[in-house]
């Protein structure tokens, strides 16, 4: 966790809340039609460093403090950002019918909640930056 996982971390939220950023402000279109090509990717490559992230916090449990529990709740919000966000991109690598089901149940399920997501992402990353800074963590 540092600076870099920060800043994707944000820049997840971002892509998750697009109407909730134009809202605010419109002129960050151009920035948001600049990177949209590349959700797919970001969000595959993302879920899969966010399970990743919660596999590492499960097997150093032992170090149970406020930079365990940043790493473990970036983890996952950015396993399951990244999953609503590079689902198109993992369906093309699936071929199993059942694994295709049980992601689509699981879109599902998060896909109401992308929002929120995306606005915990931007708080969590702009934490991480801060920790990043305060803890020496980068």
């Not at 950002?81 to 019918?97: A, N, P, S």
């Not at 694994?99 to 399920?109: C, E, F």
């Amino acid at each position: 966790m540092g600076l870099m996982n920060g800043i994707w971390l944000m820049l997840l939220g971002v892509l998750a809340a697009p109407s909730l950023i134009l809202s605010k402000r419109p002129d960050a279109a151009q920035a948001l039609a600049k990177i949209a090509p590349y959700q797919g990717w970001i969000g595959a490559v993302s879920a899969l460093w966010g399970v990743w992230g919660v596999i590492w916090s499960v097997l150093n449990i032992k170090w149970v403090s406020i930079f365990w529990a940043t790493i473990l709740a970036a983890s996952l919000v950015q396993a399951a950002l990244g999953l609503l966000l590079g689902v198109g991109v993992f369906k093309t690598f699936i071929k199993d019918e059942r694994a295709l089901v049980k992601m689509d149940d699981t879109i599902a399920r998060l896909a109401p909640k992308q929002g929120q997501l995306g606005l915990v992402a931007i708080g969590l990353g702009l934490w991480v930056i801060i920790a990043s800074f305060m803890f020496k963590l980068a």
